[in-house]
C-alpha cells in the first residue's frame, strides 16, 4: 500500500472541498496549509492577487507531516491570476528538496488559469508531476464534480498501475 499525502491551500472552502474528497478516495492523510497573512474580503482577494501576480512567498504555520515519508503528495491550489496562492508556493519553495518523486498536482479555478499553474509548480518543485486534476468552482460548488474526480483518479491509477 503506498503512503499518499494530500497537502492543499484553500481561501475559501473550494479547493478544501476537492482534497477531502481526493484524500477519501485514494485513502491519505491530509494536511492544509494555513497562511498567516489575512486574506478575507475584498481586500483579500486584492491582496492575494497582489501577491500572486509578484510571485510572493507568504508565511505559513507549521507544517506538521514529513512529505519524505510519503510516497505520493498530492498538491492542490486555488488559480489566482493564472499561478497558485502564494502559501503553495512557499510550500513549494521550502519542501522541494524532501518532496518525493511521484507528485500530483489539483487546482480549482473559475475558468483559466490551471495549465499555466501546473507548470508553474512543476517548475518550483523540480518534478513533472505524475497526474493532474483540474476542477471548476463551479462543479465544486454544485458538487457535481464526485464523478469526475472519481474518473480521473481512476485513470490515474489504471494507466501508472500504482
Ligand atoms: C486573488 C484571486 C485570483 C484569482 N484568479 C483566477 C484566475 O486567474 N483564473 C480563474 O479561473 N480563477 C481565478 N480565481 C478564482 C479561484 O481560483 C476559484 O474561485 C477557486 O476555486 C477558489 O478556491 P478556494 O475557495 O479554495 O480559495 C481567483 C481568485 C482569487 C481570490
Redesign the pocket.
Known amino acids: 500500500m503506498k503512503k499518499i499525502l494530500v497537502v492543499?491551500?484553500?481561501?475559501?472552502?473550494?479547493?478544501?472541498?476537492?482534497a477531502l474528497s481526493i484524500a477519501n478516495l485514494v485513502n491519505a492523510d491530509i494536511e492544509e496549509l494555513i497562511d498567516k497573512k489575512k486574506?478575507k474580503g475584498l481586500f483579500?482577494?486584492?491582496?492575494?492577487?497582489r501577491?500572486?501576480a509578484l510571485r510572493r512567498q507568504t508565511t505559513i504555520q507549521n507544517f506538521t507531516n514529513d512529505p519524505s515519508a510519503y510516497d505520493i503528495v498530492y498538491i492542490g491550489?486555488?488559480?489566482?491570476?493564472?499561478?497558485m496562492?502564494a502559501a503553495v508556493r512557499t510550500f513549494l519553495i521550502m519542501y522541494e528538496k524532501t518532496l518525493p518523486a511521484s507528485l500530483v498536482f489539483f487546482?480549482?479555478?473559475?475558468?483559466?488559469?490551471?495549465d499555466s499553474t501546473i507548470q508553474e509548480m512543476a517548475t518550483l518543485s523540480g518534478k513533472r508531476p505524475i497526474a493532474t486534476i483540474i476542477?471548476?468552482?463551479k462543479d465544486?460548488e454544485k458538487n457535481s464534480y464526485q464523478e469526475d474526480i472519481e474518473n480521473q483518479l481512476d485513470a490515474i491509477w489504471l494507466l501508472k498501475s500504482i
Open positions: 492543499y491551500y484553500s481561501r475559501t472552502g473550494i479547493t478544501k472541498s476537492l486574506r483579500g482577494h486584492l491582496v492575494s492577487g501577491d500572486a491550489t486555488p488559480v489566482w491570476d493564472f499561478t496562492a487546482c480549482t479555478q473559475a475558468s483559466s488559469g490551471a476542477c471548476s468552482s465544486i
